[in-house]
């Protein structure tokens, strides 16, 4: 599948972002994510329920969007559809303008390994691993040549202020270092999109804004799309677009936020 | 390194308590599976050696139907250009020997026993047998043994078992009068003999039933000339004789020769290595399965432990392939190393055991006996290379296939389930 790409590793503060400025002008308007009519039903039982009614979304390129909403309100299950880890029960969902209706556990996989970065709630990184090999990782099952893939982690954890850090192993870092770490196995492979659910929701309040701070530099100088969850009303006011959810319904943003003021 | 085998072998590090347990198990039953293994066929092969030893052979020619009939209607009449025959076309040859069957009764004043007479020539038959060899002697000297001039008495030598000896109330020096039915005549032919020797064997069929002569004596006895009832031929390695029992049943012709092996001469001793080999074998299948199921459980929840690892590398894009190769290659190592270890403690044994015997008088306080031959108080170790080359390679592809389930169950995680299994 062909794909606007950058020629180099992702640096927020190196110098020349030349090729980095160009892709995120090429890409603007050009929808990652188009969700129709897109419904997800769980049945588990003999017991439905409705975890998303006829969402209709469009994620434009470079966008820096969260979906916002209260617990249960179908935020996993919406990014789950947009990373492509979940297929929806109805409707139909377009990937760079692509209808994944008919595509197979197999692409869907490779469009995952290739297109996309995952920053969990809960860090997931390989605990056999180091911060260098677990940036590689994804580069690795991509089939990326050794020494490429190692210099473009090696680069990306420097960015990120990891780079005394690489050689540590998951249990040998903080929640901050190693959901940086997340970041940057995500983003060190220049994906079209970083999904991240729920990003801070294990972090203090300070190290939180420092993430939001590092993914909004990302967004920025980069052109990366980033999707993510939150009900932190500090990590969504970060966002350029709000997308809030309740009942698995898309409601106005206004509407949920002063919902959301009265349930914090 | 790749990804799939660094993930694998920093898994087994990271888990070691586990591993280790696994490890020591897997380990243990390896190497005692190779001791007992070499124990098991230093066993057979000492029965076998015995057995042929005791008045067998590897390989047997006998006059085409004399297993059917051993009367002396059914003897050798060309022996020794027969055996001339055989010396050229059997490289593996060591030994030779002639030997004369006779049915007879054996008396002493008011007894009377019927036995089997063996002729042999006293100086070919000591160096294979060892029915009436120095050290079966309980008393007196072995044919052998004997000056070839007679003594004083003029009576010729017999040696007979100690249970016989008994039964006839005889001893060393006393007269006993041998009688035979002689070939194409209803008269007994009879003569007296001189008990020269007492051998003891521990094997009732030979120490109450057998008598041992010189093959001359027992001609003259018969009336015959230089019939005899076998050669017997001894081989340099056992596991030839299957091989050179064919190329002789080929090689001689089949109407006048019958070659047969040892196994088909004395079935009752081969079904008795068989039933033990038998015996080994379940253990054998017993230790495969001990591996197996340490193999597969640790396999398997080292797999459901890692169900948010695995879940997150298919979420990322890792391939299913990929994860069955992570899966494998934990199998792997780990089966690799305990059969290395296993292997390696398992030969040090066998070692032991090969150059210095396993004393059974010592372990268990009393001579075993198996298919009717009395086992040598020691014996060794052996290990056939194949043998143990298959052993290995099935522990390692037992491993590798009862890998097959939990490698495929990681693979097709769902992701959404398993990034989120605590």
Partial sequence: MARPRADKAVVPDAPGRASSTKKATTMANTSVIRLEQVGKVFEQKKQRFQALKQIDLTVESSEFVVIAGPSGSGKTTLLNLIGLLDQPSSGKLFFNGRDLSQCSSTEL???????????????????????????????????????????????????????????????????????????????????????????????????????????????????????????????????????????????????????????? | ???????????????????????????????????????????????????????????????????????????????????????????????????????????????????TLSGVDPGLEVQVSRIADRKSMMAGQTLAELPRERSGHGLPGIVIGEQLARNLEVGLGDRVTVSVKPKGSSDLSREAFLVTGIFKTGMQELDAFWAELDIADAQRLARLGQEVSVLALYLDDVEKVGPVAARLASQLPADKYEVLRWDQVAPELHSAVMLDAAGMYLLMVIVFVVVAAAILNTILISVMKRTREFGVMLALGASP???????????????????????????????????????????????????????????????????????????LLLTLLVTIYPAIRASRLAPVEATRHG
């Fill in chain 1, 109 to 264: 996989a490779q469009l995952r390994r290739d297109q996309i970065g995952f920053v969990f709630q809960a860090y997931n990184l390989m605990p056999v691993l180091t911060a260098l090999e677990n940036t590689e990782m994804v580069m690795e099952f991509r089939g990326m040549a050794a020494d490429k893939r190692r210099a473009a982690a090696r680069k990306t954890l420097t960015a990120l202020g990891l780079g005394e850090l690489m050689d540590r192993y998951p249990d040998q870092l903080s929640g901050g270092q190693q959901q940086r770490v997340a970041v940057a196995r995500a983003v060190a492979g220049e994906p079209m999109l970083v999904i991240a659910d729920e990003p801070t929701a294990n972090l203090d309040s300070r190290t939180a804004e420092s993430l939001m701070d590092l993914m909004s530099q990302l967004n920025r100088e980069h052109g990366i799309t980033f999707i993510f969850s939150s009900h932190d009303p500090r990590v969504i006011s970060r966002a350029k677009r709000v997308i809030s959810l309740c009942d698995g319904s898309i409601v106005a943003p206004v509407s949920l936020a002063v919902e959301f003021s009265h349930a914090v």
């Fill in chain 2, 1 to 115: 390194m790749k990804l799939e085998r660094k993930l694998a072998m920093r898994n087994l590090l990271r888990n070691r308590q586990r591993s280790l347990l696994t490890s020591i198990m897997i380990v243990a039953t390896v190497s005692l599976m190779i001791l007992f293994q070499g124990l098991s066929d230093g066993g057979h092969r000492a029965m076998v050696d015995i057995g042929i030893k005791m008045g067998l052979g590897h390989v047997l020619v006998y006059q085409q139907g004399y297993n059917d009939d051993p009367s002396l209607e059914h003897l050798l009449v060309d022996a020794t250009a027969t055996g001339q025959q055989l010396q050229q076309s059997v490289p593996e040859l060591t030994h030779m020997v002639r030997r004369l069957h006779l049915n007879g009764l054996i008396q002493a004043g008011a007894n009377g026993v019927p036995i």
């Fill in chain 2, 321 to 395: 392939a990929l994860v069955v190769r992570v899966v494998f290659w934990e199998a792997l190592f780990l089966a690799l190393f305990c059969i290395a270890l296993g292997g390696a403690l398992g030969y040090a044994g066998h070692h032991h055991f090969a150059t210095e015997g396993l004393n059974f008088r010592e372990v268990f306080g009393t001579t075993l006996e198996a298919g009717g031959v009395l086992l040598p108080d020691r014996f060794f170790s052996f290990i056939y290379p194949g043998k143990l080359a298959f052993c290995l390679l099935f522990v």
